[in-house]
């Protein structure tokens, strides 16, 4: 990202601003809406035509969205003066100060800006080092060759006389690890420069599926209308890698035969009368739990009183598909956290396990999170069945909630502020969590 970029800032309020659906923008503009996710996060550099374009079809000039207007930079200030509350910032002069000193606005909301796009970077990068199988074996491969260079070379610098048979030998073992080495190198590097970027925004194919998802809102209007999951794709992954499509499609699949077996509309009648609990709907709808669970997630925003999210893991306990809420937060990587009841349905197939849950960094909301887990294989003879589990979470409290105790839940273990906790795994890189010990 440019430094100091609003652009894409820019671009995002004037869309929300005329009430422009995102996947409508960048159908317009002729991008896919993936894409246009990442220049509204400021991911991606936008100029030239399509900027000329997306302006047009905003209504505004070029030249706004490229150099900004005063309410984009007084956004900017409010948003670096919330960042560290106590610094005493004078938000109610914000204006005043805008007008008088422009330029050391600018910097300001330009910095904080900055510091935000390399915190994500940062961010990215922990959970490939983290979680990445790929780059944690071509690390340890590489710690490993190059201990053995270096005992090798020891070997031969210690005095004294070495009978020429083992020097040769010594000296291939050297030619050999060196060449290993050096083929280990050209990968990683090639691995990590994956698609021309030295890092990549998303790291990983689970996360650029997340982001493509979160670019339409979790909904495809297309297949709600009958159309090819092949069709879907093409417009939702046009800027994925390989891998990343071959997750999404098998998604879109699921979503399209989801799509068949309860109408939106139809569910959407039931919601009105029944609220958005699952085993309700599906008792009235005569239609599957988790069908039901999954189509709740893929409502529009509008359908809802409130929304609702989605998480699914496989029997590993590693996180798939998420739709994640503002006050639930997930983590972008790996497994979850050990207390929510997701992994409790594993152990319980064909059971709702429902629970009301607290997430420990959130605001004090109540959620009501059911899960349901159930083979996604045909079953075999004298072979245990292979069970991916999805959970439901959606507002709830202690009279419509599914259960009477409150559990307070994090994330993950590396990211939750609770000291003591009987789940714990390890530390937290929290200041808070990190004094505490692990309770195991």
Not at 251 to 264: H, I, K, N, V
Not at 315 to 324: E, M, T
Not at 357 to 367: E, K, Q
């Amino acid at each position: 990202m440019a430094r100091g970029t609003l652009i894409g800032s820019r671009i995002r309020e004037r869309r929300i601003a005329q009430g422009m659906r995102q996947a409508d923008l960048a159908r317009a503009a002729g991008i896919s809406a993936s894409y246009l996710n990442l220049i509204e996060h400021n991911r991606r550099r936008i100029g030239g035509k399509l900027l000329v374009d997306i302006a047009a079809l905003l209504d505004t000039e070029a030249a706004l969205l490229a150099e900004g207007a005063g309410a984009a930079l007084i956004a900017g200030l409010r948003e670096a003066a919330g960042a560290a509350p106590d610094a005493g910032a004078e938000i109610d002069r914000v204006d005043e100060f805008t007008g008088r000193f422009p330029g050391w606005a600018r910097l300001l909301a330009e910095t904080r800006a900055r510091v935000t796009a390399l915190e994500r970077t940062v961010e990215t990068l922990t959970d490939r080092m983290t979680h990445d199988p790929h780059l944690a074996t071509s690390l340890h491969e590489m710690l490993t060759t190059v201990t053995a260079i270096r005992s090798t070379a020891a070997i031969l610098a210690e005095p004294g006389e070495i009978a020429p048979e083992w020097q040769a030998r010594f000296h291939r073992n050297i030619n050999e690890d060196s060449a290993r080495l050096a083929e280990t190198s050209r990968a990683l590097v090639a691995y990590l420069e994956s698609d021309g970027e030295a890092v990549s925004e998303t790291g990983s194919p689970q996360e650029e599926v997340q982001a493509a998802w979160d670019a339409v809102g979790h909904h495809v209007p297309a297949l709600e209308e009958g159309a090819e999951p092949a069709e879907a794709l093409a417009e939702m992954g046009a800027d994925l890698s390989a891998g990343a499509r071959s997750v999404l499609h098998v998604e879109l699949a699921r979503y399209a035969a989801d799509a068949a077996a309860l109408p939106m509309d139809r569910l959407a009648a039931y919601v009105d009368r029944l609220g958005p609990d699952p085993v309700l709907l599906a008792d009235d709808l005569g239609a599957d739990v988790a069908v039901v669970m999954r189509r709740l997630a893929a409502m529009p925003s509008d359908r809802l009183a409130e929304p609702v999210g989605l998480v699914t893991c496989d029997a590993s306990g590693v996180l798939g598909y998420r739709k994640p809420l503002p006050a639930f937060p997930m983590p972008r990587v790996g497994a979850g956290c050990p207390l929510w009841p997701l992994y409790r349905a594993l152990a319980r197939p064909f059971v709702v396990v429902s629970d009301l849950v607290r997430p420990a960094a959130g605001d004090g909301t109540l959620f009501c999170a059911e899960a349901l887990a159930l083979p996604i294989a045909t079953p075999l003879r004298d072979r245990d069945p292979v069970l991916q589990a999805q959970m439901l979470i959606r507002p709830g409290s202690l009279q419509t909630g599914a259960a009477a105790a409150v559990e307070d839940v994090g994330s993950a273990c590396r990211v939750c502020p609770r000291e003591a906790c009987r789940a714990r795994r390890e530390p937290s890189i929290l200041a808070g969590a990190a004094r505490g010990a692990p309770v195991f």
